[in-house]
């Protein structure tokens, strides 16, 4: 405990050691200060134990869907086998967006990061993005209210990756939001760039972790309903994929309730 009451974490180390026979052994203590070691230590222990539970919710359900098939898949009724192969591809869906995460979070700790961005149709972007994760609102009784500018115009964009910076906004407005509730996704036309917005009618994110949330940190957000867990490591890969694009990414408060989870695209100034 420091003058000031703060605490730091120290490690301490000795050793012995006698300078001549006519003086009595001496004792070298070594203080460091490895507070900075240990709450990087906890972070890493916090987001593998974070990132283990998203691995296992996903692995539970294909596991059980496909044990159920495999045992009465004879006796099930058409409506039945449909549910449950619908089970089966979104919790795929659910693992290759993890992996997916993880594997760019590592590309961009180790510099190896890249976008190839060329003339994308973003309407089609969006739509296609909403397809693939329109099973997973489903489970959730949740829509899409969608509502694109017409003759919105072509971004300098890397398509796989903005897929995966919509399918990263798309899936945290389904997990933070209410079920049997509208998702709504919206763009429109800022000068030389496009704006996305995704919005939900959750409780929304308290100002001091608006920043936070894009950092890559693990965080658990806690609101009077319920703990919010997550890696953030989707959010932090959506990040670096925007800013690559020389975009902005960011979140905002709705006026009727819950975030909203925006970003910018630069116009190709083709038709």
Known sequence: ILPDDTKRILS??????????????????VLRDVNEEE?????????IGNITHEFR?????????????MEEAED????????????????????????????????????????????????????TACNTIEPLLSKYGQSFSIELEENMPLVM????????????MIANASKYGPSDEVIQIKSRVLDNFVEVAIGDRGSGVPDD???????????NIIDKDHTQRGSGLGLSVSQAIIKAHSGQIGVRDRKSGGSEFWFTLPITGEE
């Open 76 to 127: 099930l009724k058409p409506i039945e086998m449909n549910d449950l192969l619908d089970s089966i591809k979104l919790s795929t869906l659910n693992l290759e967006n993890l992996i997916e995460n993880l594997l760019e979070g590592s590309s961009i700790e180790t510099g190896r990061f890249r976008v190839n961005p060329h003339p994308t149709d973003l309407c089609s972007a969006i739509h």
């Open 209 to 219: 972790y608006k920043e936070m949330i894009f950092s890559g940190f693990v965080f």
């Open 157 to 168: 964009a890397d398509s796989r990756r903005i897929n995966q910076v919509l399918l990263n």
């Open 39 to 47: 709450a990087l230590s906890h972070l890493l222990g916090s987001f």
């Open 12 to 29: 301490i180390t000795h050793a012995e050691f006698s300078i001549s026979e006519l003086i009595h052994t001496k004792t070298v203590l």
């Open 57 to 69: 919710t996903p692995l539970s359900a294909l596991s059980a869907s496909i044990e159920l098939l």
